[in-house]
């Protein structure tokens, strides 16, 4: 193994904390230039399947630069060199060097999980609960925000739920919502039914002036609009990579500050999770690592994470808020495209409360679900809602098909 030292020179050079210097290489900002539509489109295979993928808030297609990162690594664990240890830990801090580029923080701030459940875990069982201590949460939420928090009613903890219309999160209903027991308020940064972005930086200023813990679901929209941990007051954040961040399922993220991360206790702890693993095996030893690494407990998903560093580099290569600007395109089509059929928007209209999601409740929508489904347009249905998601790649044309595809199913012509 070469040990790089911090003397090199003309190289960014990071550190693990298992007494191994890493190579960082500098991001690419090539892409950024233009919107490239024609290439981006060239990375995704099915397309050329004449599937219509629609669907991103389920989960996202693999493009090539993914699989040709995969086929890299799967040859290298095949045929030679078979122990890729030292190069994996240079993929791992490049991968968290992309999500903190992504969401605005440090390297070490960041720790890899299995899901958005699994992180939100690591927050609900590392705080010291009394009976009466309290939890914000929403009636709105997807269950991987809801289910480790209500795990916490064997303490004494309540629960209590903002009733929302349409998913929407009002600053003014969280103030009136919290109460002096309040001690996490749990959001999702994007909502997956209806789509509605709430306001992260009024509601993160409020947890920050009454001491409140802000964590945040992220896995609907990082990857689809910009996201930023410090200027929102974020102190937790969870988020799977399969969605909007495009990746491998059975990977995701999480985020916390040094601060909180000081008040949590860790009740699960492997030999990764202490400084300098990888030195002096036999001094048994509790000593966590002065990082989110702490929370990894042994050996990682090196696959998700190879697929995850490629994916989120390419997100990171389009841009994101040239990302953004394509969806406002995309799903003000979608709006425009509702509103004529007749169909009932549950998204906001208003494009600072809307991400990459555009959902309407339609009658029979099983069927036309179905239907869609049959001529190849993919969307979810969920609550008995159509819930349309395109990304970055989707086009016009895409959203067209779509059209056309819909007026079929319920059996109308464009005017």
Request: hydrophobic share 40%; glycine share 8%.
């Amino acid at each position: 193994m070469k040990k790089y030292t911090k003397k090199e020179s003309g190289i960014k050079l990071a550190s693990l904390g298992t007494g191994l210097y890493i190579k960082l290489n500098h991001h690419s900002e090539a892409f950024m230039n233009q919107y490239n539509l024609p290439l981006y489109r060239s990375w995704f295979p099915h397309l050329a399947t004449g599937t219509v993928w629609l669907n991103h808030a389920a989960t996202s297609p693999l493009s090539t630069r993914v699989n040709d990162a995969l086929a890299r690594y799967l040859a290298g664990r095949t045929m030679g060199p078979i122990d890729m240890f030292v190069p994996l830990l240079q993929t791992v801090l490049q991968t968290k060097t992309n999500l903190g580029t992504l969401i605005n923080s440090s390297v070490d701030r960041i720790g890899f999980v299995m899901n958005t459940s699994d992180g939100l875990n690591i927050l609900a069982e590392g705080l010291t609960w009394k009976s009466g201590d309290r939890i914000l949460l929403n009636d709105s939420e997807f269950p991987s925000n809801v289910v480790p928090f209500l795990n916490l009613r064997r303490l004494g903890v309540e629960i209590d739920f903002i009733k929302t219309d349409n998913g929407a999160v009002i600053p003014t209903d969280v103030e009136r919502m919290l109460t002096p027991r309040t001690r996490i308020l749990s959001l999702s940064f994007v909502q997956f039914l209806s789509g509605y972005k709430p306001d992260l930086y009024a509601i993160g200023d409020i947890c920050k002036q009454r001491g409140i813990i802000f964590s945040v679901d992220a896995i609907q929209g990082l990857g689809a609009a910009p996201l930023d941990v410090k200027a929102m007051n974020i102190d937790f954040l969870s988020c799977g990579g399969t969605k909007w961040l495009m990746g491998c399922l059975g990977l995701g993220f999480i985020f916390l500050t040094k601060e909180l991360q000081d008040q949590l206790q860790q009740p699960f702890m492997g030999w990764t999770s202490n400084k300098d693993f990888f030195s002096d095996f036999f001094h048994y030893r509790i000593d966590p690592d002065s990082s989110a690494r702490r929370f990894e407990n042994g050996t990682q998903n090196y696959l998700g994470i190879t697929a995850l560093h490629a994916s989120t580099s390419t997100l990171l290569d389009v841009g994101i808020e040239n990302i953004r600007a394509h969806l406002f395109t995309l799903t003000d089509r979608l709006v425009e495209i509702g509103d004529a059929i007749g169909l009932t928007l549950i998204t906001p209209r208003d494009r600072s409360h809307r991400a990459g999601i555009v959902t309407f409740t339609a009658n029979d929508s099983e069927r036309i679900f179905r239907e869609l489904s049959q001529q190849k347009v993919i969307v979810s249905l969920r609550e008995d809602m159509l819930r349309v998601a395109p990304h970055f790649y989707s086009s016009l044309e895409d959203i067209e098909k779509f059209h056309d595809a819909l007026l079929s199913a319920i059996g109308s012509k464009r005017p």
